[in-house]
């Protein structure tokens, strides 16, 4: 699938880094895995030269474009004033005001420099506030690395058991047994399971932990309702409903998840397009919930306030605040989803669109997809085919389906044009 040098780079890199990489998710296999070697707004190019047209932005990061001059242009300007103090300063001030500004759910609010460091640092205030240990989390949410909810994660989903009694399997050798003990997982979207675990268990639960849609899981949307079941359970039993913005914050509105389906979690958390591809992470709530930090409760971090995350991030947020960025992407990216249904719907491919605009996805050879034991019967392979199949005339979405495709603001028409005729050609090719 790759040329020779991605091939010769793969190989020195397995010499010194488990798999070749620094992160699981970046391994595609061996001989097809990329390596790339620069970006700039919409487009990649891999270490052999080949370019492409780049549907993964980092893993959701890239709102803007890759290397967007505005926000590099900031970033370079703060850096020579010094990266990192042992002390607070103006910039990172403004960064959380505008936070608080933009995101309706939020009155206060800590920096972090990755999503895994917001949701853990969410969890332990949850568990502070509430005096509980109890964590509920849905099967197919990814909330980071850390080992409070790495459960039910990428598990073949015939080992969550029936649906009425979930099991809950951890994702990696390496997690404490004993954790499991602090660890409820449910199906998405099942209202009457929420219902039912709630009324045994809603008094022990310190928070209920969910993505607005299942970014990790084909963008899976939430069903009517069940985001506002999970807020009035939570208010009934006292938990706090922490809803993981990793992935939709500051790219489905300015506001998230919490504008779009005019929600009112306890707590958020944010990273990825925070900062346009800096290091920046941050959670946030409710005042009553986030002043506990500081007395009793622990939270803090040397690179928490990282100018080059801090600057990226303000130089990010400004742009987002005064131009209609994720407007002009809602409409490519809605241009690109119907072309896409109506491509498979003319080579007789069924086919099930999730998510949003700027962050979808698809299942294929199937009619229904609302938790991720249903999209586990859908046709990955048939996904892959096709995507290995883009790949190699220069479209790049992840090769995972549960992976959902980004679009950024530099993402032209004329790329939308070039993805539908590259996926026209493929589907052709493959019902041949
Ligand atoms: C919803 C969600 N939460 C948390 C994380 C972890 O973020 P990070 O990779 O920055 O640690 C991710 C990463 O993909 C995510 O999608």
Request: net charge negative; charged share 25%; glycine share 10%.
């Amino acid at each position: 699938m790759f040329g020779s040098k991605t091939q010769s780079l793969q190989q020195r890199a397995q010499k010194v880094m488990p798999l070749g990489v620094n992160s699981n998710f970046r391994f595609w296999g061996d001989g097809i895995t990329p390596y790339v070697q620069k970006a700039k707004g919409g487009y990649l190019w891999d270490v052999d030269g080949k370019k492409y047209i780049d549907y993964r932005m980092a893993f959701g990061p890239i709102i803007l474009g890759h290397a967007y001059d505005e926000v590099d242009q900031k970033v370079i300007e703060e850096i020579q004033k010094g990266i990192l103090f042992a002390m607070t300063g103006e910039l990172e001030v403004a960064v959380a005001e505008m936070i608080v500004e933009m995101s309706p759910a939020i009155e206060m609010v800590r920096m972090a420099c990755s999503g895994t460091e917001a949701t853990m640092h969410a969890i332990r205030v949850a568990r502070a506030f509430t005096g509980r240990d109890l964590i509920l989390k849905f099967e197919g949410n990814y909330h980071g690395f850390h080992d409070h909810t790495l459960w039910s994660t990428y598990a073949p989903v015939e080992a969550y058991g029936n649906r009425r009694s979930p099991i809950a399997v951890p994702a990696s050798s390496g997690i404490p047994k004993g954790m499991r003990e602090f660890i409820i997982t449910l199906p998405f979207n099942d209202f009457e399971g929420f219902e039912r675990v709630m009324k045994s268990y809603g008094d022990q639960i310190a928070a209920v932990i969910s993505e607005p849609c299942q970014g990790n899981c084909a963008a899976i949307n939430p069903q009517d309702g069940f985001l506002q079941l999970i807020r009035t359970e939570t208010e009934k039993y006292g938990c706090v409903f922490i809803l993981d913005e990793v992935k939709t914050g500051f790219r489905i509105a300015n506001g998230g998840a919490q504008e779009y389906y005019r929600l009112q979690p306890d707590l958020v958390t944010y990273a990825k397009a925070l900062g346009n591809g800096y290091p920046v992470a941050a959670f946030g709530g409710k005042r009553e919930i986030m002043s506990i930090i500081g007395h009793g409760v622990a939270q803090g971090g040397t690179y928490t306030n990282n100018k080059p995350g801090i600057a990226g991030a303000y130089a990010t947020l400004s742009l987002l605040k005064s131009k209609p960025i994720l407007k002009t992407i809602e409409k490519r990216g809605q241009r690109l989803m119907e072309g896409l249904k109506e491509i498979f719907d003319e080579n007789d491919i069924p086919s099930v669109f999730t998510g949003y605009p700027a962050m979808f996805s698809f299942s294929l050879n199937t009619d229904s997809v609302t938790c991720q034991r249903d999209w586990s019967q859908s046709d990955h392979e048939l996904y892959i085919k096709l995507a290995d199949k883009a790949i190699a005339r220069g479209v790049m979405p992840d090769r995972d389906a549960r992976e959902p495709w980004f679009l950024c603001y530099e993402h032209s028409d004329a790329d939308i044009d070039e993805t539908l005729n590259v996926y026209a050609e493929a589907a052709k090719e493959i019902k041949r």
